[in-house]
């Protein structure tokens, strides 16, 4: 008899996948080249300061990997198989609640504990080359391996209670938040407005972010008992939430009839997202004369609600920060932090919406019925594209207005001239690549809608290749430009920089715009049939080819052209 039978099921699956692999590999590749990269920033920096650098980032960015593992890896494991209908059929046989909680995390934590254990002995180069101290390495190690476990049970719990993808994605990280940043934060505020000024370990002990900053040396030496009281506060946090998933599962897989409670919050929340009967009358009907899949998209009246109230409540927290700290609040520094928040707030948002409905009826086999109709590829992607503006073209106004303000206020506190060219390169090229980010977001997340397994893997996809890649690209370039200065001892400045990061940033908005936009045109009914075909792996289709990659699949027998 095997025990607990999905574990081995599911790692068996994962043994499998090429993504195993591959996750390990880059990442101990990204740490190896963000370290070279840093060396050769800093080569008339001390060792040991280098070392502290290059550790505090390395670990920071781990922690923080683990914190949104549980966002991306758990949170719609379990909630996909009740969609699907499967989740049930496991416990028509002798399995636990435990034996299928076990086994999801077994599969979906693999790869995320790979990308850890890859990086984790990467950080001991730092304490070779000194200024880190062995107990920093062994308390930061353990930190992170706590913050992964405590990130996927959070996940594990709360895909236990919903149904919905992104109710679960969404509600997952809003926990996440609410210990890392949320408690702290008020504990904060808290002594701020007492007479002791001091920190309520109730509101830090629960925070990963509290384990990782005293695990450092400094903290650690006057603040040990702290350090492992919060150790374990966010393990047996972890170990609670794995464990109510466990009891929650089987019974939550079934349709329960909802009760008048349930029924009469359901009423409120319809009529708050679509109005009463009038209202929804009245606005399909001016949606629908405009573009029937704009209707589809947009009947949610609360979306703009939403990115309006997250910018109304940066708005608040920075005019508190102002009211706090006084005029020294308004720097350089807080200025392009702030442009920087907004920046990602506004891609990231945006990112995640384009292309959800198209990918939700393409997974339900919905989108064949729509393309059935006289709506046209071009009338789907208008309606997106109104969908979209009615979202965000408010908001993005407003971004791009206060980056301007930001602006001028960081050129009159700089007082060198060529500072004041310098910035005006930056913010200017700033707005520029936030326009350009977002117009090739828009095709490349359509397109991704059609071909990625899920709304989820669709948004991942889209963000990988128009904002991590960037970045890869540019800092390879840039480690190659610094090794080419070590001989040559001539390093470029910081105008050249910046110009060659906006230039490979817009290389690739229009590159794979330009792409994803012929692709849509010329392939969507043919994607959109394809839903039960796997994809040629990514080799295959490098040397192959499309056509030649496509032979191995099985091929619609007619295909509609445009």
Excluded at 517 to 523: A, P
Aim: overall charge positive; proline content about 3%.
């Amino acid at each position: 008899m095997t025990v607990l039978p999905i574990v081995a099921r599911e790692l068996r699956v994962a043994s499998r996948r090429r993504a195993t692999y591959w996750v390990r590999s880059g990442a101990a590749l990204t740490v190896i080249l963000l370290g070279v990269w840093l060396f050769l920033m800093m080569q008339s920096v001390p060792a040991q300061e280098v070392a502290l650098t290059l550790f505090g980032i390395l670990t920071g960015a781990s922690v923080l990997y683990c914190l949104l593992s549980g966002v991306r890896a758990t949170s719609d494991c379990l909630s996909e198989e009740k969609r699907g209908g499967t989740l049930g059929l496991l416990f028509l046989t002798d399995l636990r609640g435990y034996d299928v909680v076990l086994g999801k995390l077994a599969a979906t934590s693999l790869n995320a504990l790979y990308g850890v254990l890859a990086v984790v002995p990467m950080l001991a180069v730092p304490l070779l080359m000194g200024g880190v101290t062995l107990g920093e390495f062994g308390r930061m190690g353990l930190v992170t391996l706590n913050s992964l476990f405590f990130s996927l049970s959070i996940g594990m719990f709360v895909s236990a209670l919903c149904q919905s993808a992104r109710k679960a994605i969404g509600a997952t990280f809003l926990l996440i938040f609410f210990f890392a940043g949320f408690l702290p934060a008020a504990g904060a505020i808290i002594a701020a407005y007492t007479k002791t000024r001091h920190y309520l370990p109730i509101f830090l002990t629960p925070s990963a972010g509290f384990t990782f900053y005293m695990g450092f040396h400094v903290p650690y030496s006057t603040g040990r008992s702290l350090f492992w009281l919060s150790m374990v506060v966010v393990h047996g946090l972890g170990w609670i939430f794995l464990a109510l998933s466990a009891v929650i599962v089987p019974r939550t897989w079934q349709d329960q009839p909802a009760g008048n409670l349930k029924l009469r919050w359901r009423e409120r929340w319809k009529s708050w997202s679509y109005g009463n009967s009038a209202e929804r009358f009245a606005f399909r009907r001016c949606l629908l004369d405009r573009n029937p899949f704009y209707w589809l998209v947009a009947r949610g009246r609360l979306k703009p609600v939403l990115v309006w109230a997250v910018l109304g409540l940066l708005a608040c927290g920075w005019l508190w920060g102002y009211i706090k700290v006084g005029p020294d609040w308004l720097n350089v520094s807080i200025y392009f932090t702030t442009g920087l928040v907004l920046n990602v707030l506004v891609k990231g948002w945006f990112a995640s919406e384009v292309g959800r409905q198209l990918a939700e009826d393409r997974h339900r086999g919905t989108l064949e019925l729509l393309l059935s109709t006289p709506l046209t590829v071009r009338d789907i992607l208008r309606g997106e594209r109104l969908a979209l503006q009615r979202q965000f073209l408010g908001p993005l106004l407003l971004v791009l207005a206060a980056c301007f303000v930001m602006m001028i206020a960081a050129i009159r506190n700089t007082g060198v001239e060529e500072d004041h060219a310098l910035w005006i390169l930056v913010w200017i090229g700033g707005m520029i690549m936030l326009l350009a980010d977002l117009a090739g977001l828009y095709w490349v997340g359509l397109w991704q809608a059609l071909v990625s397994k899920s709304p989820r893997t669709a948004a991942s996809a889209s963000v990988a290749r128009m904002l991590v890649l960037p970045w890869v690209i540019f800092a390879l370039v840039a480690l190659a430009l610094s090794l080419s200065a070590i001989r040559t001892r001539h390093e470029p400045g910081e105008k050249f920089f910046f110009g060659l990061w906006f230039a490979i940033g817009l290389a690739v908005d229009i590159g794979f715009g330009t792409w994803a936009r012929h692709k849509l045109l010329t392939e969507f009914r043919l994607a959109a049939a394809q839903r039960y075909l796997e994809r040629a792996g990514f080799w295959k289709r490098l040397f192959v080819g499309n056509e030649g990659a496509s032979r191995v699949q099985l091929q619609p027998a007619h295909t509609e052209s445009l």
